[in-house]
């Protein structure tokens, strides 16, 4: 029998011993349930820049989908696979969810490869090519601003994409018509992974800025 990773074997074990033991109702009551998250969080994928442990959730909180560079495609209802497009569909749709939250983090790999496309494709399929090509105007913007610091064009770039994926949530009907009604709210952050710095988006105007915490 092929065996798990032992880091993952080890790590479940604590989990069930630790978290689940203290959670058991918590688990039971969302089996028999089901769950009612009120927020919708779409993150990276990286590794280092998971949204249950930036926000300390518990099970049920947030309902997450992760995709490379946390990026909404506009809304294309045609014969393709959008992977992405149908978790927003179930939250929204069936969940009912009252947040959507674009979660961008620093150092972000997808961003770096939008901004460097004369590098080589890592497979001949070029998905993230193909994939951060979504902000390629944005990003042949960034790029070729020679003012900046390659820093500056990277964190820039990983703050305009938050507000194309903002933008194009409000592509998708279902979306519009809910945050006119007020009943659905569209949030951006950015996590910046060095300092553990959170940065939240500012609606009116589109800047960053560090919330109050109480
Ligand atoms: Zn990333």
Same mark, same amino acid.
């Given at each position: 029998?092929d065996?798990l $990773?032992?880091r993952?074997? #080890?790590g ?8 689940y033991?203290?959670e058991t109702?918590?688990?039971r009551?969302?089996a028999?349930k *089901?769950?009612?998250p009120?927020?919708m969080?779409?993150?990276c994928?990286d #590794?280092r820049a ?6 300390d959730t518990?099970p ?9 560079a ?10 393709r696979?959008?992977s992405? &497009? ?5 939250a929204?749709?069936s969940?009912?969810?009252?947040h959507i939250?674009?979660l961008g983090h620093?150092?972000? *790999?997808?961003?770096r490869?939008a ?6 494709p890592l &497979?001949p399929?070029d998905?993230i090519g193909?994939?951060?090509g979504?902000v390629? $105007?944005a990003?042949?913007a960034?790029?070729?601003n020679?003012l900046? +610091?390659s ?6 770039l990983?703050?305009? &994409? ?9 592509s998708?009907p279902?979306v ?5 009604k007020?009943?659905? +709210?569209?949030h951006?952050?950015w996590?910046?992974?060095s300092s ?9 105007? *589109?800047d960053?800025?560090r919330p109050e915490?109480?």
């Amino acid at each position: 029998m092929d065996h798990l $990773p032992k880091r993952l074997l #080890s790590g479940y074990r604590q989990f069930m011993s630790g978290r689940y033991a203290a959670e058991t109702a918590r688990y039971r009551e969302l089996a028999a349930k *089901g769950q009612s998250p009120e927020t919708m969080v779409i993150a990276c994928c990286d #590794s280092r820049a998971a949204p249950e442990t930036i926000f300390d959730t518990g099970p049920g909180e947030l309902f997450v989908v992760r995709n490379v560079a946390n990026l909404v495609p506009p809304y294309e209802p045609d014969d393709r696979h959008h992977s992405t &497009s149908a978790a927003l569909e179930f939250a929204v749709q069936s969940l009912k969810v009252k947040h959507i939250v674009i979660l961008g983090h620093g150092r972000c *790999g997808g961003i770096r490869a939008a901004l460097d496309p004369t590098a080589e494709p890592l &497979s001949p399929g070029d998905f993230i090519g193909r994939w951060m090509g979504l902000v390629a $105007p944005a990003a042949e913007a960034v790029a070729g601003n020679s003012l900046m +610091t390659s820093g500056e064009r990277q964190t820039a770039l990983e703050r305009i &994409s938050i507000r194309y994926s903002i933008a194009n949530l409000r592509s998708f009907p279902c979306v519009k018509i809910l945050e006119d009604k007020g009943r659905l +709210t569209l949030h951006g952050a950015w996590f910046d992974i060095s300092s553990g710095e959170l940065w939240v988006m500012n609606r009116e105007t *589109g800047d960053f800025q560090r919330p109050e915490l109480d």
